[in-house]
């Protein structure tokens, strides 16, 4: 039997995605469940695994290629099994494109971000087709400036930059922000780790707050939509990770973190850092985030305003608890700060709102006590 592989919608307003690398090759055993390809979409890369059995007997999108969700991208089959035609099946998966310029999806999306007229382009390759490489390449010559050195775009790098362009088009950003003294987190945090067994971070209990605040301040939980605001069920928190070695951005998500311990909040974060930087991340760990946390704290910086994402009204940031001196009722002390930043889609909330939601989630973190953590 031939087994289609299908380009997945990796999530609700997810059109199209990047094949990132074909973990197999053409000719090579393939077992349902066995990692088959990257898929990578504005939100990161996932693993997706076959869904059949049999030999990978032919690739239909090479890697890098942008191709729409629904689309068959490989066909799995016996070694001997006849298979259907390639051609039909990538006209029936995807839009027809117009006959006047032959390009390709990614080609289409970055000539209208850069402002470059498709039709004035010369492809460089035999068959017409117009590729990504084209367009920067007409793009770079209309600005003019000399190039030091070009820096290819990862499938990744693409697709979040993409994604960002969306938001910056879509989203009316504010911010509000204040400190919050981490003292009583750092002390209890060897009482944490003594009574869990593992590892816990500052960032966890902080997680853990945010999400059980949620709740009680719906709009912060929510996103904007042509006809209403959407206020979600489900508090599903996203974490902003840094991917170094392409500067960017991943948000794997802890789903129903407001019905979860501290224990299991801190398990689930750590297996998606370490996910995040093996790059082996899964579908079930994406999409669906209904807010996100942006923890800088590593990176020992004073404050930041993280971005928003797509189909949400806020994120949190959190930057370096770094010692500082604060006033105390007994006298001034020093003590480790850090700045906490909210920024917001106006059409959603106002400041007043995001500002309740900060005093809380600051309140919550001077106030937090060890034995107290569910």
Known sequence: MVTRVIMP???????????????KHEGEAVTAGEPLFEAITDK????VKAEGSGVLRRILAKENSVVPVGQAIALIADADEPLPD?????????????????????ARRLAKELSVDLAALVPSRADGRITEDDVRRAAAKAQGARVLERLALSPLKRAVAAH???????????????????SAVERALPHLVARLGRPVLARDVVIHQVARLLPQHRLLNACFSDDAVLLYEPVNIGLAFDVEQESTVVVPVIHEADRKSLAEVSA????????????????AELGGATFTIA?????DIDAFVPILNERQSAILGVGSARRRPVLRAEGVAVAPVAHLAVAFDHRVL???????????????????????AP
């Open 350 to 372: 106002n400041a007043t709102t995001a500002s309740r939601f900060l005093h809380a989630v600051r309140d919550a973190i001077e106030g937090f006590r060890a034995t107290a």
């Open 295 to 299: 923890d800088q704290g590593a990176l």
């Open 268 to 283: 689930e974060a750590a297996a998606l850092a370490e996910h995040v930087r093996e790059r082996h991340l899964e579908l």
């Open 44 to 47: 990161a890369t996932a693993e």
């Open 86 to 106: 390639t051609e039909t099946l990538r006209a029936a998966a995807g839009p027809a494109e117009p006959s006047a310029v032959k390009a390709s999806f990614g």
């Open 9 to 23: 919608r990796l999530a609700a307003n997810v059109q199209e995605a990047t094949v990132g690398q074909w973990l």
């Open 164 to 182: 960002l362009t969306r938001i910056a088009r879509q989203v009316v950003p504010s911010v509000v922000t204040l400190e919050a003294d981490f």
